[in-house]
C-alpha cells in the first residue's frame, strides 16, 4: 500500500466527522459556528454550556441527525450497489434496478391511499414489506440459478409491474394533493429524520457493512464468475441467497426512512473502484466511506440551494450523480 | 382597529358595492355570457339541472336555495356544515373524489359547476371546458381557483397565486351563479350576510398588541415530522391574516409550500393556527397529532405560539379559498380573542 493511500486512510474518517459536522453548521437559520461547535460538545458529553434551547435543538435534534441518517443511507447504499454488482457481474445492478423502490412504494402507497392494514400498518412498515416483496419476487422470477442479465431484466419486468400497480392506485383513489405526495415518496426526503431513526438506519448498516467486509474474499471469487467461485469452494448459492437478502433488508430499511434515493447504490462503487481498485477488501471501505461524505454533502445542497424551501434529495443525487457516471463511462472507453 | 385594516375591511366592502350587476329587480335577462376562467360562458335560461364538483361549490349552491336542482356532487371533503344540512339530507353523490366524464353526463346535467380547474379545466381531470360545451353543456369553475392563480410544472400541485386572494373573488362567484340560476336576491342576503359576519369578526378580534402578531398556518404534512404544508403569501389564509392584522411568516407565492422547521423556528411565529379535518391520509392530517407533535418535538415546543399556547384549529376547508374563508375569519378572530384573555 503506498503512503497516501494509507493517509486516505486516516484521512477519510476524519473527513466524514468534518463533512458531518459542516452539515450540522449550515442552514436556514443562522448560528454561530462557536454555538454549533458547543451543542456538539455537549452533545458528546465534553461540555455543559448554557445554549438557546431553539439553537440547540434544532443543530442536535435537526441538523445533526439528519446528518448522520444521510451518512448512513449512503453508505448503505453504496454498499448494496458494490456488492450487487460482484454478485451478478453486471455494472448496472444496484437496488433499485432490482425493483426494491419500485415495491417499496407500491406499499406506501398501499397503506397511504388505501388504508391496507387498517392503521396498525405504518407507511414505513407498508414501505418495508412492500420492498422485500417485491425484491423476493425478482429473484423468483429470475429463477435459483439465474446469472447476472436474467436477474437485472426480472429486476425490469418486476419494477414495471409494480410502477404500474402504484400508477393504478393512485390514479383511481388520489386527487392532486395525494398524488404529490406520493411523488414526495418516491424521490425520498430525510425531512422527518429523528434520533431514533438515525439509530436504526446506523445499526442496519454497520451490521451490514461487517458482514460484507467479512465476505469481501468471496465477493472477490465472484467477480471471476460463479463457477470460478465455486471451484475456489464457495457455497455459491448459499452465499448469494445470504448476500441478497442482505442488500434487500438494508435497502428495504433505507427506503421506508427516508424514500427511495436513486443513483447512489449505482455511482458510488464505481467512483471508489476508479480510486482503490477492484479489491472488495479496500473497495467496501472505499464504497461506504465514499457514499457517507456524497449523501451527507448532496444532503446540504438540497437544503441551501433553493432558499426557504428543501429539494428532494433525490433530485440532488441524480443531478450530481449522472455527471459523474457520465465521465467514468468515458473514461473507461477510452481505455478499454 | 388599525387604520390600515379599516381601509382593509372597507375596501373589501367596496368591492362588494362594485360587484358585477348583472341583474336588475326584475331577474337575469338570458342569454347571459359571462367570462369564465378564460371561457366563455353561455346560458340561455336558469338552469335546472347541476352537477357540482367540488364540496365549495356544493356548499355555495346550497346556500342559495338551489338544493333541489343539484343531480350529482363530486370531491367531497367532509359532512356538511349543519346549517346546511338539515334541508338536503340526500345530495346524490357521483364519487367522493373526482367523478369521470361519463358519470356526470349520465346525470344529463345542463350545468357543471366546479370549485377546481384541476377538475373542469385545460388537463381537467373530470372533463376540459369544450368536451362539455360539445355535448351542450355549460361550465362554471370558481374564479378563486382561477383568477391570479396558476397551476404551472413550476408549482406543486397547489399551484401558485401572484396576487392576494380576496373577498371580491367570493363576492363575484356568489353573484356570478345567482345571475346564472337566476336566484339574484338570495346571492345578494347571501353576500350582505358575509360581509356583515366579517365585519362583526374584526370587531370582535384581538385586543389590537401594538405590532402585528406573525402567524403560521399549519394544514398537513407528508410524514409528521417531515416538512409541514404551510399557507404561503397570497392564498386565502393571507386574507384572514390582513383582515384581522396578522403577519404571515412565510413569504412564498405557493397556495400551500413545504417548508422545513428549521426556517419556520428561524421565524418564530406568534401564533400557530393548524387545520383540523376528516381526512386520515396522512398522520399530520389529525390536528392532535400536529398539536402533539409541536409540544413534543425538541425544536417546535420552544416556539413562542407553542410556549405560549397561541395555538388554533381552524377546519381545514375555511382555509381554502371559497365563502368558507369568512368562517375561518371567524375562527380565527375567536382564537385570538381566547388566547388573549389566556395570557
Redesign the interface.
Known sequence: MIAWQRMLWLGAPLSLALVIALAASI????VPLAITFKVMLNGAGLGSYEID??QQ??I????LSRAMAAAACGAGLALCGAVLQALLRNALAEPYVLGISAGASTGAVLV??L?VGGGALG?PLGAFLGGALAFALVLLLAGGRAGGAQVILAGVAGSQLFNAMTAWVVST?????????VM??LLG?L????WPDVYLLMAVVGIGWLLFLACARILDAFVFGEDAAASLGVPVVAVRVALFSLTALITATLVSVVGAIGFVGLVVPHMSRFMVGPSHRSLLWATGLLGAHFMVLADVVS?VIVP???LPIGVVTALAGAPAFAVILYRRRRTV | MHAYRKILVAASLGISLFAPTLADASGTDYPLTLDNCGHLLTVTGPPQRAVSVGQASTELLLSLGLGSRIVGTGVWFGPLPEALQTANANLPRLADNSPSFESVIGTRPDIVVAQYTYDIGATGHVARPEQLHALGVASYVSPSDCEGKATTAATNADGERHRLYSLGLVDREIAELGAVFDVNPAADRLRADLHRRVDNAVANGQASPQVPLSVLYWFSSSRLAGDPWVAGKYGAPELISQILGLRNVIDSAEEWPSVGWESIAERDPDVIVLASMQRRRYDADDVQAKLEFLRNDPVTRHLKAVRNNRLIVVDAQNLNPSMNVVDGIEQVSAGLRASAARQ
Open positions: 442552514g436556514e437559520m443562522q434551547a431553539l435543538g434544532v442536535r435534534d435537526y441538523r397511504m391511499l388504508g407507511l383513489t388520489a386527487n392532486a394533493e395525494q398524488a404529490r405526495s414526495f415518496w426526503s425531512g422527518g429524520v429523528r437544503r426557504g424551501q428543501v
